[in-house]
């Protein structure tokens, strides 16, 4: 019977720690690891453990229960002795650190009688080792021991051999000449007698180092009954912090700015679908990876230069449930280890996140249940000229950019730019069929026209552009330039590379940022670069424009028309990093 059974009853008896004793002791504690209403099935069960593992005992606990424990040890080497058995499967995962209250009479070893409340010596202060403890047990007597090892015992021995190099044959737990010479190869490399044959003290010190990955961050199990999870977690490394369905933070709590997050929600195909999209959305998971997705479930691993992060996520029974680790870049053996075990040891339980809970947690639009969506270094305007997505924008939009993508979905590259004239012309990666496309103007308005320029004002917060209005103020820069149009229109910043409009839809040209130095203009005071330079860029480009209209020519449209035609051809451009 495993240890939970008798929970509440070993947490009241053995919870409180001991005082450290005089002279420099401290009262022994022990590994609980299973207890038994049989006093037969207890013995079976120690006799069983004794085979692999070293410091077995057997105890009556009262009631006619027997409790099988590891020890005795200082607090310090109990911790790590847990840790370390917990981690490689070789005791419950339920097992735990207990006082020597409660211990009865000793039944494990056979013959034995002493104290279970004796002390043990504090370990001295650390010093380098000068060499290996010598073998403690003959090949004869190692062999004997050998076979109390369970075949789960002996693949495990095998796999710690193989990721050290020592061994490169299958993990099929036969203990045959390949597996002999790896063993031999390993007690070489550690300078003891390479016979071949690992003494349990070899043993464990093999497994301690193939498990040493997951003792530095203190893998250990963890149940999250809210988001019906168990799994194995680096718990030294973080700790819980919040829910915001569908998500647990577990926030860093460690050097390596580790993070973990589980997922848990009710859904069914849309909703683990949707997640899929919305996780890659996110900052903390980074473009560049491979992502996989069936009609169950999916993988995102997503890597930059200071981050990779693994998300999984699976649907069953109405639940989508999952995790993601964030790892720091540049630890990947460590962060493998780590991933193997959260995978293999993670459990569905009864449960999942309530979806309507956490609606008092911080709402933003930049945040997605406390999870931070990845966002553009700045984004301005942009308008297609012809049918297949050529976009014009500004400069501005596109200088430094590591990606260049139109209404976030799709990704552009510069065709040519202007830097003089402060234009750019982009292709979109894959085809688009662009609702509108830009008729630029052949001709020059008249001075005092009515104009109105379409544009992303606040940098595609509200999702749609928006028409700005104001008037021809001047067929040049103040300057002189002839190339430009100076406007009476107040504009934002997101509304630079938008196109600049008459009253009959025709495009006089482009939007050009505010001018910014050592003169402040007036706010009402904005250019635009000529719809005849723009073509003339295009026609360098090869992208010839659309059939050009004449300036005024048309009927004014009704303001609603006007806002269909802009909306049309509008596009966001946003330079990420």
Not at 95 to 120: C, E, K
Not at 405 to 417: G, N, P, V
Request: proline share 6%; aromatic share 6%; charged share 20%.
């Amino acid at each position: 019977m495993r240890l939970w059974f008798l929970s509440f009853l070993f947490a009241t008896l053995f919870a409180a720690p001991f005082a450290t004793a005089q002279q420099g002791a401290e009262e022994a504690v022990w590994v609980q690891i299973e207890a038994h209403p049989s006093l037969t099935t207890a013995q079976d069960r120690a006799r069983a453990y004794a085979g692999g593992l070293e410091d077995v005992n057997g105890f009556s606990l009262g009631g006619n229960w027997y409790g099988i424990a590891l020890g005795p040890y200082t607090r310090a080497e109990a911790e790590d002795r847990l840790r370390q058995l917990r981690a490689a499967g070789r005791i419950p995962r339920d097992s735990y650190i207990s006082t020597s209250n409660g211990l009865g009479r000793r039944f494990w070893p056979a013959g034995t009688s002493a104290d279970p409340a004796q002390t043990v010596s504090a370990p001295a202060e650390a010093t380098p080792a000068a060499a290996p403890e010598p073998v403690d047990e003959t090949p004869a007597e190692a062999r004997r021991s050998e076979r109390a090892l369970t075949g789960d015992e002996r693949r495990a021995l095998q796999i710690a051999m193989q990721a050290q190099g020592f061994y490169d044959a299958g993990i099929d737990g036969a203990f045959g000449p390949g597996t002999r010479r790896g063993m031999a190869a390993w007690q070489e490399a550690q300078g003891y007698e390479a016979t071949g044959i690992l003494t349990t003290r070899q043993r464990r010190e093999l497994l301690a180092q193939y498990n040493a990955p997951l003792t530095s961050v203190g893998m250990a199990m963890m149940a999250d009954p809210e988001a019906g999870i168990e799994l194995m977690m680096p718990m030294d490394e973080v700790r819980f912090s919040r829910y915001e369905p569908p998500f647990a933070h577990y926030t860093s709590d460690g050097p390596l700015g580790v993070r973990v997050i589980l997922i848990s929600q009710p859904g069914n195909a849309a909703t683990l679908f949707g997640l899929y999209d919305i996780l890659q959305t996110l900052e903390v998971v980074p473009l560049e990876g491979p992502r996989a997705r069936d009609d169950d479930s999916f993988t995102i691993e997503g890597r930059d230069s200071e981050i990779v992060t693994h998300a999984q996520a699976s649907l069953r029974g109405g639940q989508v449930k999952g995790f993601m680790l964030v790892w720091p870049t540049g630890d990947e053996q460590r962060r493998q280890r780590i991933l193997t075990e959260m995978q293999n040891s993670f459990t569905r339980l009864d449960g999942v996140l309530d979806p309507a809970a956490g609606a008092d947690a911080r709402q933003t639009i930049d945040l997605v249940s406390g999870l931070k969506l990845r966002t553009p270094r700045l984004s301005r305007s942009g308008f297609f000229t012809d049918g297949t997505g050529t976009v014009v924008t500004t400069t501005e939009a596109v200088e430094g950019c590591a990606r260049i993508t139109l209404d976030h979905d799709y990704q552009a590259e510069i065709l040519t730019s202007d830097a003089g004239l402060g234009v750019a012309v982009l292709r979109p990666v894959q085809r688009l069929a662009p609702m509108e496309v830009a008729r630029l103007a052949n001709q020059s308005p008249r001075l005092g026209a009515e104009l109105a320029v379409s544009g992303f004002s606040y940098e595609g917060r509200l999702g749609a552009p928006t028409l700005t209005f104001g008037a021809l103020a001047e067929l040049q820069g103040l300057e002189g330039e002839a190339e430009l149009s100076r406007l009476a229109l107040e504009a934002l910043a997101g509304d630079a590379g938008g196109p600049v409009m008459g009253t009959d839809g025709t495009v006089l040209g482009m939007l050009l940022p505010r001018v910014t130095g050592n003169r402040a203009l007036p706010a009402d005071v904005s250019f635009a670069a000529d719809a005849s330079e723009i073509r003339a860029l295009l026609d360098s480009a090869g992208r010839p424009s659309a059939t050009p209209a004449a300036a005024g020519d048309g009927a004014p449209l009704s303001p609603d028309a006007l806002a269909r035609r802009a909306q049309g051809m509008t596009v966001l451009v946003s330079c990420w990093d």
